[in-house]
C-alpha cells in the first residue's frame, strides 16, 4: 500500500483568509514532503519532514507554515497568500530507508 | 543549474509502437534515479527506478536503462497503451531527502 492522501481536492481562498491543507498517510513513513506545483513546470520542493522534525525549508515565504502533529500527517497552514501562490499543491513520504518518494493526489489551490 | 535535463518536452508515438523517454544528469554524484508518470491535476505516480550498480530495470511494460559513462538514462514502454498519455518526470535524489527533477516529457498516445 503506497497510498497518501490529501484533503481538500480543491480550495478557493482570499487573499486574507487563512487555510489550511491535510495530508495523511498510513503506511509508517518517516519523512514527509510537502512540493509546490505550477502548471507545466516539475514539482519544486517547499519543506521536509523526518521523524516529525523540520529538516528542511527551502526558503519558503512564512505564510506557508508546516506543521506535523504526528507521524502519520502532515499540515500546512496558509494565510494572506498572493494569486500567484496558486497552484497544485502536493505532500509526498518516504519509506526509511529509500529515496523513493509516493505522492498524494494533490490540492488544488486558486487565491483570488 | 539544471541536474536533470530532459529534453525532449513532448513525443508522440502510434498505440502499440515503442515509446523511449529521455532523461540526463550532469551531477556525477547521483547514483539512484526514479521515473515519475503525472496525469493532469494529479499527483506523481512512481513508476520504476534503477540503481547506479545496474544498467537497466525492467517491471512489466516499463524499463530503464542507465548509462553512467554518458550521465544518460531512458525509460522504454512497449506496447503503448492510450492509458500511457501523461507528462513523465525523471528525478534523482541530491543528497539526503530532497528529489532533482528534470522538466518533464508529455507523452501521447495515439490511436
Known amino acids: 500500500d503506497t497510498e497518501v492522501t490529501q484533503t481538500p481536492k480543491h480550495l478557493v481562498m482570499g487573499m486574507t483568509n487563512k487555510k489550511s491543507l491535510k495530508c495523511e498517510q498510513h503506511?509508517?513513513?518517516?519523512?514527509m514532503y510537502w512540493y509546490k506545483q505550477k502548471a507545466k513546470k516539475p514539482p519544486e520542493l517547499m519543506f521536509v519532514y523526518s521523524y516529525e522534525k523540520l529538516s528542511i525549508n527551502e526558503s519558503v515565504p512564512s505564510r506557508f507554515s508546516p506543521e506535523c502533529p504526528n507521524s502519520s500527517l502532515l499540515n500546512l497552514h496558509l494565510h494572506a497568500l498572493q494569486p500567484e501562490d496558486s497552484a497544485l499543491y502536493l505532500c509526498?513520504?518516504?519509506?526509511?530507508?529509500?529515496?523513493?518518494?509516493?505522492f498524494g493526489p494533490g490540492t488544488r489551490l486558486l487565491v483570488l | 543549474d539544471q541536474q536533470v535535463k530532459q529534453n525532449s518536452p513532448s513525443l508522440s508515438v502510434q498505440e502499440g509502437r515503442i515509446s523511449i523517454l529521455n532523461c540526463d544528469y550532469t551531477?556525477?554524484?547521483?547514483?539512484?534515479f526514479l521515473w515519475y508518470k503525472k496525469y493532469p491535476a494529479e499527483g506523481p505516480t512512481f513508476l520504476i527506478s534503477i540503481s547506479s550498480i545496474k544498467d537497466k530495470n525492467e517491471d512489466g511494460r516499463f524499463t530503464v536503462f542507465l548509462n553512467k559513462s554518458a550521465k544518460h538514462l531512458s525509460l522504454h514502454i512497449v506496447p503503448s497503451q492510450p492509458g500511457d498519455s501523461a507528462v513523465y518526470f525523471c528525478a534523482a535524489p541530491d543528497g539526503a531527502q530532497k528529489l532533482v527533477f528534470g522538466q518533464g516529457t508529455r507523452l501521447t498516445i495515439n490511436p
Open positions: 551531477n556525477s554524484m547521483f547514483d539512484y
Open positions: 509526498a513520504s518516504s519509506p526509511r530507508g529509500t529515496e523513493t518518494q509516493y
Open positions: 503506511m509508517g513513513h518517516r519523512a
